[in-house]
């Protein structure tokens, strides 16, 4: 059972909130707070400070998190390789994923994937997180892959990687050698836009809104459906744009798309993976499985 009370460790620790970590393995907070207890009894050390409703790691906490990431790291890639050596897995995997994460991230993924799991037969259907959403709820895929921040209770999120939206332009505009602006000149810019019901116009407009910005605010030239069509139109364009930057890595290296700063302002974001809560097929565990061992990249 002790691996089970570093889970709860592990998940108490990121979000330093024994509530939150409750809701998130839906068990009691009681039960969350014996489980630390007997960790603390076991280790005969404290692992948290207690400020009223606040928490934080002590120094033995901060160790332990170290340490479990890496067991729970090395169990996994035992598990994984002992499976492998047996695994004659076949059937079909119905993923789902963002724009984004379908024309830039998981390519390379599924081609590994495939090579070692030949049997599986993967279709990947690619739409905008709210359709990605209706399709985990109607099990019309197995597995989505978002860049939303919707949380639908009925859908269970889990941290895939981390990504930046940046502000990008093309060779050409008035600005590429402009090494930052303020938000009150990207007011003035023309800029373009992802589509209505896209994770990362959720996430420019909620980060601008804490800036005290609207979407009415910008000068927005039009809304595109994805980013290719969005780094097409710049290209022509005296434009700016909101791109997740594993989308311009390219550009970026030959100087055909260049960022620009924006003074006391960022966007960072993680992708998610989902599934519909409490229901995950082995085949959709054993491609997250696959990812996690072959990229490191889970969260």
Known sequence: MLDYKLQVFLIVASRLSFSKAADELHITQPAITRHIKQL?????????DRKGNHIALTEAGKLLVIHTKEIFKQHKELQFNMNALINKTEGILN?????????YILPEILAKFHKQFPLVKVELLSA????IENQILKEEAQLGFIEGQVKNRELAY??????????VLAKGHSLYDTASITLSTLKTLPIVLREKGSGTLQYITN????????EYDLRVEMHLGSS????????AKESVAFLSVNTVSNELKTGDLRIIDIDDFSINRHFSYITKQGSRSDLAQMFINFISHQYNILL
């Open 40 to 48: 603390e009894d076991h280790f005969n050390q404290r692992l948290f």
């Open 95 to 103: 993923i789902a994923a963002s724009t984004t994460i379908a024309q």
């Open 128 to 131: 905008n997180t709210q359709a």
């Open 158 to 167: 889990h941290p895939f990687m981390n990504d930046e939206i940046v502000l």
């Open 207 to 214: 980060s601008l809104r804490n800036h005290s910005i609207e």
């Open 228 to 235: 290719e069509s969005i780094k097409s139109y710049l290209k």
